[in-house]
């Protein structure tokens, strides 16, 4: 069965340093995957989503995300990160037997410090 | 553009009591819906989703249930509330059909429930 995991339940960055949010997947056809980010007491916000093509994903808010097909990954990054960025981020892959559902992972907190 | 509502944001609810929860999505048609709970504000847990009027699937078994009656209106109801139900209940959407299967999912803002 097709799966999700976020290995770091938290994050901790200073302001203007990278970060990055780690997720890897497992599917057995090629994986449809997505980042989503949520602030307190609010809906999730999408913020990208690899379908195919290139490697390199840009988003919303400065964030791009690496698909790593060998290692089965697609990390959440960002190369200056912002105090505003804190907040709690979801990685998510669609079903590949039901396009209709989504799997989605634990979810990161992220705490950028000033 | 499409924008997806739910009502109530709050809710607190004796331990007992009936539930409603709606959810609606305007500037689209014929959307693919869904009822998620997220329980101390991490994972999502989808409940129920929906690809068609009257058509609802159910993920986990529980005492809540799921009704479309309109197109684009997705209910979440309970009969009697469980201290277990509270939670934060997020109702999404997304495109339906194959033109829809690189599309994300777009979420409403949620409905906080508290039972006491």
């Known amino acids: 069965a097709q799966s999700v995991a976020q290995p770091e339940d938290q994050v901790n960055v200073a302001e203007g340093n990278p970060l990055t949010v780690k997720c890897t997947y497992s599917v057995s056809g090629n994986p449809y995957l997505f980042w989503y980010v949520q602030y307190p007491n609010r809906g999730l916000q999408f913020l990208l989503k690899y379908i195919t093509g290139d490697n390199l994903v840009k988003g919303s808010y400065g964030f791009e995300a690496e698909f790593n097909k060998s290692q089965t990954s697609f990390h959440l990054k960002k190369p200056s990160a912002l105090v505003s960025d804190s907040a709690l981020y979801f990685c998510?892959?669609?079903?590949?037997?039901?396009?209709?559902?989504?799997?989605f992972g634990s979810g990161t907190k992220l705490n950028v410090k000033p | 553009s499409q924008t997806i509502h739910q009502w109530p944001a709050t809710l607190v609810q004796p331990v007992g009591s009936p539930l409603s929860l709606e959810c609606t999505v305007e500037?689209?048609?014929?959307?693919?819906l869904y009822w998620y709970r997220q329980a101390a504000g991490r994972g999502l847990q989808l409940l129920f989703y929906s690809v068609g009027i009257g058509q609802i699937s159910s993920e986990v078994p529980q005492n809540l249930s799921a009704s479309r009656p309109q197109d684009r209106q997705f209910i979440l109801s309970s009969k009697k509330l469980l201290l277990s139900d509270s939670g934060f209940y997020l109702c999404?959407?997304?495109?339906?059909?194959?033109?829809?299967?690189?599309?994300?999912?777009?979420f409403g803002p949620g409905t906080r429930l508290t039972v006491t």
């Open positions: 999404a959407w997304s495109p339906a059909g194959a033109s829809g299967v690189n599309h994300e999912q777009y």
């Open positions: 500037g689209t048609s014929n959307p693919n």
């Open positions: 998510a892959v669609r079903d590949e037997n039901n396009f209709n559902k989504f799997y």
